[in-house]
């Protein structure tokens, strides 16, 4: 494993997890109330993708096994959707609450966050596919991803499933999934949210920005 040095963007990243974890523990300091503390276990979860990605680059990509990368993606997509999932938790929000404004841009920050989070994972995982196999598969790979993301994301708001339930309740998950094939709302939250990051992800990837 090599040892790197943080960078500037790491610590970025890392400052930006800090204040989107700030904004619910100083709105329960100024409302005496637990609401959207819930954004606080989000986050913890769309770090994790990114932390598997950071590991991930570590790694001595030229003499790491395929096997050994293969089931270090596998471990990384089950946490992937909870990246982009905080864009959903805008559904918490509550117009007529006192706190309405500040609720929304706490609710911007930590979905901004997630999201990026999770992009910055996958452009890591797509350099490390193209250096380990070549980029027409890491190409292919990374639109798989943008579909598999968008049907987590799905799971989990609409079937309110949790990464962990591919382990603890994969009947339940398999007979709910293809059962929610013959709902439209199943293709349109898919399809959105594959096309928003495969949008964002070109961004980043034109912009030559070194994940």
């Not at 930006?16 to 619910?24: G, H």
């Not at 300091?29 to 819930?38: D, E, G, K, P, V």
């Not at 350099?127 to 799905?154: D, E, R």
Request: glycine share 2%; hydrophobic share 55%.
């Amino acid at each position: 494993m090599l040892i790197k040095p943080i960078t500037n963007l790491q610590r970025t990243v890392l400052l930006l997890v800090v204040f989107s974890a700030f904004l619910p523990l100083l709105r329960v300091q100024l409302t005496q109330s637990l609401n959207y503390t819930f954004l606080l276990w989000n986050m913890f979860l769309a770090v994790i993708p990114l932390m598997f990605a950071e590991y991930a680059k570590r790694l001595d990509i030229t003499k790491t096994k395929k096997s050994h990368l293969i089931i270090l993606i596998f471990a990384w997509l089950f946490f992937l959707p909870n990246a982009p999932y905080i864009i959903t938790d805008f559904i918490h929000f509550k117009p007529e609450s006192k706190m309405a404004w500040f609720d929304l841009f706490m609710l911007f920050v930590n979905a901004s966050t997630g999201t990026l989070l999770g992009l910055f994972s996958i452009v890591s995982f797509y350099n490390i596919i193209c250096v380990k196999w070549n980029k027409k598969v890491a190409k292919n790979f990374s639109i798989m991803v943008f579909f598999l993301c968008g049907y987590g994301i799905y799971l989990g708001r609409f079937l309110r499933f949790n990464s962990w339930d591919v382990l603890f309740s994969p009947l339940d998950l398999v007979k709910k999934s293809i059962l929610s094939f013959q709902e439209s709302t199943t293709w349109y939250v898919t399809f959105g949210f594959a096309f928003l990051l495969w949008i964002l992800f070109s961004v980043i990837k034109r912009s030559e920005i070194n994940i």
